[in-house]
């Protein structure tokens, strides 16, 4: 069965509206997540990883402040998308990885899917 | 810089096997990961190699060779819910995840 829920599925807003969008790790406690983007037809790009109890660490180019994480207990991530915008309109991912040793993958939630009008 | 490659694109028949490549060039390597993804949803996880040889899980087998920077995916007999995009994926010396592009995978009756 699957390992992270993500909630909601689909969001469909007006432009200016702010969308937050959780993650949770079902069976395991995850000290980081991922957050990824991905537009139609290219491949997966990580926004920022989502570190329990401090800052998330943010890729090249993510803005802090369009896209605020949270990372309030060991097993919920949240982002929002602040005063979203048409060009903001993606597929959001996120992921978590098990603790242990490094052979452990990351395992995805379903994705969300955002259209702003 | 690191970089992960592999095709864009590949077709194969029904009932056919393919093999899928990746070569990456990354600091440090502590693992390779194949994910599978259909259209408009997330990835799931495939296999992973972090020793040199065949890691075989049914129809799927995933091949490293680390001296060469080199994986390949190997997928027999090959049904339609095939069709996907398979993704390669290094974990560096940073325990960072870096991505390929994704090959697409076109299964053809």
């Known amino acids: 069965g699957a390992v992270v829920s993500q909630h909601p599925s689909w969001v469909i807003c007006k432009s200016g509206t702010s969308v937050k969008i959780e993650c949770r790790s079902l069976d395991f406690q995850a000290t980081t997540m991922f957050w990824y983007r991905q537009f139609p037809k290219q491949s997966l790009m990580l926004m920022a990883t989502?570190?329990?109890?401090?800052?998330?660490?943010?890729e090249q180019g993510v803005e802090k402040d369009k896209f605020l994480i949270n990372h309030a207990s060991l097993t919920l991530s949240t982002l929002t998308v602040t005063s979203a915008h048409p060009e903001d309109s993606s597929f959001y991912i996120c992921?978590?990885?098990?603790?242990?040793?490094?052979?452990?993958?990351?395992?995805f939630g379903d994705g969300t899917r955002l259209s702003i009008l | 810089g690191q970089n992960i490659d592999q095709p864009t694109e590949m077709t194969a028949t029904e009932g056919a096997i393919v093999q899928i490549n990746c070569t990456y060039q990354t600091s440090g390597f502590n693992g390779l990961f194949w994910y599978q993804q259909h259209a408009g949803e997330a990835p799931t996880f495939l296999s992973y190699?972090?020793l040199d040889g065949l890691e075989e899980k049914g129809r799927f087998s995933s091949f490293l060779s680390r001296s060469k920077g080199y994986s390949y995916l190997l997928l027999k007999e090959l049904q339609m819910k095939d069709s996907a995009s398979y993704l390669c994926a290094v974990r560096d010396s940073n325990y960072q995840l870096i991505w390929g592009a994704g090959t697409k995978l076109i299964i053809k009756p």
């Open positions: 190699n972090v």
């Open positions: 992921s978590a990885q098990r603790p242990g040793s490094g052979n452990q993958p990351q395992h």
């Open positions: 989502s570190n329990e109890g401090s800052k998330a660490t943010y």
